[in-house]
């Protein structure tokens, strides 16, 4: 097993001290609701769009350290982006964080390369990755919205 | 006062707990989920398959003859183990879980209608909840909770306020598995009793670490799990009171549960194989009558005030943590040490001790009203069996100021 400063990095315990985008959305565009029914985690995802670009992101909830601290980098990393992008950067975040074998995307993923740890804590992948389902939730929701329309 | 009890040797009887995980030696104190295997066990379901495999109860060959008794000699040993009447009041389950459900479902449906009452307490396992939950919603029967107080003991007032005639059941853990509180059982069964209510107890929790006499207890019904209790998993026995069993409709149909079979009529099997439907964990079986036959070599008299030392020792050491809280304080406690610390969720400590070796559970612990009451999401748990040690709590300290230190 690999260290434990692999995956208890002081940019993740930064970000689960301070939280960033920790707090709701006024009149949010989407939420969307995440539970971990193994350990209680809970989380709620807000999204304000601007035709296909993310305006605002920001989260609520109860979760361990990782599920906090994957929460907040991901809110950072697709705060302003297009959807088309973050879906992007999920599906890198994704493979990542499941897939130890392949090459992170730097470049896609930036700062949510320190995560990557978390493929060696089989255990701890479902904390890191309910944020990342619950925004893939609200975003699907969203295109549902656009086609129905 | 120590008890001068010898855990290292009733240790050195358990081959899982002779090994390094994580570079660490094991210090392995999740016995609240599961327990260990001591080698006698193992030995034993090894001698079974390699020596007189055969099923039981329907062969006239020596093996199936041998494999009979010796599934047949288990139900003796649990039989003295609660101290019930009669062997045919021992059923074998799968586990707690089924034991609990085979009450809901045979003795709950028939007994149990329209407005009827059937109380449990706020510190119950999922699996003391749920099966009442689906009769009630089945029946039209209603649920009602005794509340707990923030040392984690039932309020026995409202306990006592709680009863009338349309109680028709009290199902209580014995033990807390989230909190470790021994409950006032004798108090309990009384009670319901003086109300014309029978009580089942989920001993889970309380037959790893104290001694159980069904009879002088006068519960109904006694439900606890083999895999607890250091034998095989997929184990488990329900004690009822045979003139209750007997009313009893099966719950399962199939071979061995009846006497004869028509198309028009079939005739159920006497006690207990009524309640025994198909070959049953024969393996399983024999091996939980070897896991007694250990437990009882090494007696409860001897481990019991040891583990109670350990406990103490373990909840010194704990309290003397800035920043950690204990969830469950009550006196009456056994086995069980759960605790939270402030802004470290108990995942992330779990993680942290096991890379040190440490085993302990995070989360729920399958008891999500007890989180509730204690508004917190989860709590941190380690659970004692006879074979810890003062060492491996000290262990758990270091760990716990290693959380505290990759957080600070």
Not at chain 1, 58 to 79: D, E, H, L, N, Y
Not at chain 2, 130 to 142: D, F, R, S
């Given at each position: 097993?690999?260290?434990?400063?692999?995956?208890?990095?002081?940019?993740?315990?930064?970000?689960?001290?301070?939280?960033?985008?920790?707090?709701?959305?006024?009149?949010?565009?989407?939420?969307?609701?995440?539970?971990?029914?193994?350990?209680?985690?809970?989380?709620?995802?807000?999204?304000?769009?601007?035709?296909?670009?993310?305006?605002?992101?920001?989260?609520q909830?109860?979760?361990?350290?990782?599920?906090?601290?994957?929460?907040?980098?991901?809110?950072?990393?697709?705060?302003?982006?297009?959807?088309?992008?973050?879906?992007?950067?999920?599906?890198?975040?994704?493979?990542?964080?499941?897939?130890p074998?392949?090459?992170?995307?730097?470049?896609?993923?930036?700062?949510?390369?320190?995560?990557?740890?978390?493929n060696?804590?089989?255990?701890?992948i479902?904390?890191?990755i309910?944020?990342?389902?619950?925004?893939r939730?609200?975003?699907?929701?969203?295109?549902?919205?656009?086609?129905t329309? | 006062?120590?008890?001068?009890?010898?855990?290292?040797?009733?240790?050195?009887?358990?081959?899982?707990?002779?090994?390094?995980?994580?570079?660490?030696p094991?210090?392995?104190?999740?016995?609240?989920?599961?327990?260990?295997?001591?080698?006698?066990?193992?030995?034993?379901?090894?001698?079974?398959?390699?020596?007189?495999?055969?099923?039981?109860?329907?062969?006239?060959?020596?093996?199936?003859?041998?494999?009979?008794?010796?599934?047949?000699?288990?139900?003796?040993?649990?039989?003295?183990?609660?101290?019930?009447?009669?062997?045919?009041?021992?059923?074998?389950?799968?586990g707690t879980?089924?034991?609990?459900?085979?009450?809901?479902?045979?003795?709950?449906?028939?007994?149990?209608?329209?407005?009827?009452?059937?109380?449990?307490?706020?510190?119950?396992?999922?699996?003391?909840?749920?099966?009442?939950?689906?009769l009630?919603?089945?029946?039209?029967?209603?649920?009602?909770?005794?509340?707990?107080?923030?040392t984690?003991?039932?309020?026995?007032?409202?306990?006592?306020?709680?009863?009338?005639?349309?109680?028709?059941?009290?199902?209580?853990?014995?033990?807390?598995?989230?909190?470790?509180?021994?409950?006032?059982?004798?108090?309990?069964?009384?009670?319901?009793?003086?109300?014309?209510?029978?009580?089942?107890?989920?001993?889970?929790?309380?037959?790893?670490?104290?001694?159980v006499?069904?009879?002088?207890?006068?519960?109904?019904?006694?439900?606890?799990?083999?895999?607890?209790?250091?034998?095989?998993?997929?184990?488990?026995?329900?004690?009822?009171?045979a003139?209750?069993?007997?009313?009893?409709?099966?719950?399962?149909?199939?071979?061995?549960?009846?006497?004869?079979?028509?198309?028009?009529?079939?005739?159920?099997?006497?006690?207990p194989?009524?309640?025994?439907?198909?070959?049953?964990?024969?393996?399983?079986a024999?091996?939980?009558?070897?896991?007694?036959?250990?437990?009882?070599?090494?007696?409860?008299?001897?481990?019991?005030p040891?583990?109670?030392e350990?406990?103490?020792?373990?909840?010194?050491?704990l309290?003397?943590?800035?920043?950690?809280?204990?969830?469950?304080?009550?006196?009456?406690?056994?086995?069980?040490?759960?605790?939270?610390?402030?802004?470290?969720?108990?995942?992330?400590?779990?993680?942290?001790?096991?890379?040190?070796?440490?085993?302990?559970?995070?989360?729920?612990?399958?008891?999500?009203?007890?989180?509730?009451?204690?508004?917190?999401?989860?709590?941190?748990?380690?659970?004692?069996?006879?074979?810890?040690?003062?060492?491996?709590?000290?262990?758990?300290?270091?760990?716990?100021?290693?959380?505290?230190?990759?957080?600070?």
């Amino acid at each position: 097993m690999p260290g434990l400063s692999d995956l208890y990095q002081e940019i993740l315990l930064e970000h689960n001290s301070k939280p960033r985008n920790f707090r709701r959305v006024e009149n949010p565009s989407r939420t969307a609701e995440g539970y971990n029914p193994l350990c209680g985690d809970q989380i709620t995802v807000y999204l304000k769009m601007s035709g296909d670009i993310i305006d605002d992101v920001a989260f609520q909830g109860v979760g361990c350290a990782i599920s906090r601290a994957s929460a907040s980098m991901m809110t950072q990393s697709i705060k302003g982006k297009k959807l088309s992008e973050a879906n992007q950067i999920f599906d890198a975040f994704h493979l990542m964080v499941t897939d130890p074998i392949s090459e992170p995307d730097y470049d896609t993923l930036g700062d949510l390369e320190t995560l990557s740890g978390i493929n060696e804590y089989p255990t701890r992948i479902k904390c890191a990755i309910l944020a990342w389902h619950t925004l893939r939730s609200a975003l699907n929701d969203q295109g549902k919205k656009v086609t129905t329309e | 006062m120590p008890t001068g009890f010898d855990a290292e040797k009733v240790r050195a009887d358990f081959p899982v707990l002779q090994q390094f995980v994580n570079g660490k030696p094991l210090v392995y104190l999740d016995n609240g989920a599961t327990s260990q295997k001591p080698q006698a066990v193992i030995d034993e379901i090894v001698r079974y398959y390699t020596t007189e495999n055969a099923n039981v109860h329907r062969g006239v060959h020596t093996l199936s003859q041998q494999a009979t008794d010796d599934y047949e000699g288990a139900r003796a040993k649990l039989r003295r183990l609660l101290n019930a009447a009669d062997d045919q009041e021992i059923i074998y389950t799968r586990g707690t879980t089924e034991g609990i459900n085979l009450v809901a479902h045979s003795y709950g449906r028939p007994n149990i209608g329209p407005g009827d009452e059937i109380i449990i307490s706020n510190m119950e396992h999922h699996s003391n909840i749920v099966p009442w939950q689906m009769l009630c919603e089945e029946k039209g029967a209603v649920l009602r909770v005794i509340p707990i107080d923030d040392t984690g003991e039932l309020l026995m007032d409202e306990y006592e306020a709680m009863l009338n005639p349309r109680t028709k059941l009290v199902s209580i853990t014995h033990v807390s598995n989230a909190l470790g509180t021994i409950q006032p059982v004798e108090q309990i069964i009384e009670m319901a009793h003086a109300h014309g209510a029978p009580v089942l107890l989920d001993g889970a929790q309380a037959v790893p670490h104290l001694p159980v006499d069904v009879r002088q207890l006068d519960c109904d019904f006694y439900v606890f799990s083999g895999h607890k209790l250091f034998g095989p998993t997929g184990t488990g026995v329900l004690y009822g009171k045979a003139e209750l069993l007997d009313a009893m409709p099966p719950m399962y149909g199939g071979g061995e549960m009846i006497k004869s079979v028509t198309f028009e009529k079939t005739i159920y099997n006497d006690l207990p194989y009524k309640f025994e439907a198909g070959t049953p964990n024969i393996a399983g079986a024999i091996g939980l009558g070897a896991a007694v036959d250990y437990v009882q070599s090494v007696g409860y008299q001897a481990f019991g005030p040891y583990e109670d030392e350990l406990l103490e020792y373990g909840t010194k050491a704990l309290s003397s943590i800035g920043g950690l809280r204990i969830i469950g304080t009550s006196p009456r406690k056994t086995g069980i040490l759960s605790f939270v610390i402030d802004n470290i969720h108990p995942h992330d400590i779990g993680t942290i001790l096991d890379a040190e070796g440490i085993a302990v559970r995070t989360g729920h612990h399958c008891a999500q009203p007890v989180m509730q009451r204690f508004q917190i999401p989860a709590t941190a748990r380690a659970s004692l069996a006879m074979y810890n040690t003062k060492a491996d709590i000290d262990a758990l300290v270091r760990g716990i100021d290693r959380v505290i230190e990759v957080f600070s």
